[in-house]
């Protein structure tokens, strides 16, 4: 685990760099893969899930530049990345999960 600061300054790189933001999506697909096994265990095809999962990565780098921007100002607290991908990712697979029960059912 990166300490806030420096998963602050590899987030920074990121927006300029799309080799370290190909990194950082990455690491994030290995936190995909971990909200998977933790929340989603009966789900028969984990794979899909992961996709699913990180279908949130682009709103979420996206949507962290603007809460950084907001944090710069003294707006709001700064906290991590892969704290914020977890929402959004979490988010993401419960909705794909009710969605396709609700088409199997």
Sequence with gaps: ???????????????????????????????AEWIVGKYFKAWPNREELIQEGMGSFNDAFEHYKKHLKEVEEGHKKLFKFNTYFTWWAKTRIEKYVKINKLINS
């Excluded at 990166?2 to 790189?13: A, D, G, I």
């Design 1 to 31: 685990m990166r300490s806030k600061h420096n998963e602050l300054k590899l987030f920074k790189k990121a927006i300029v760099d799309l080799n370290t933001r190909n990194r950082l999506k990455k690491d994030m697909e290995d936190l």
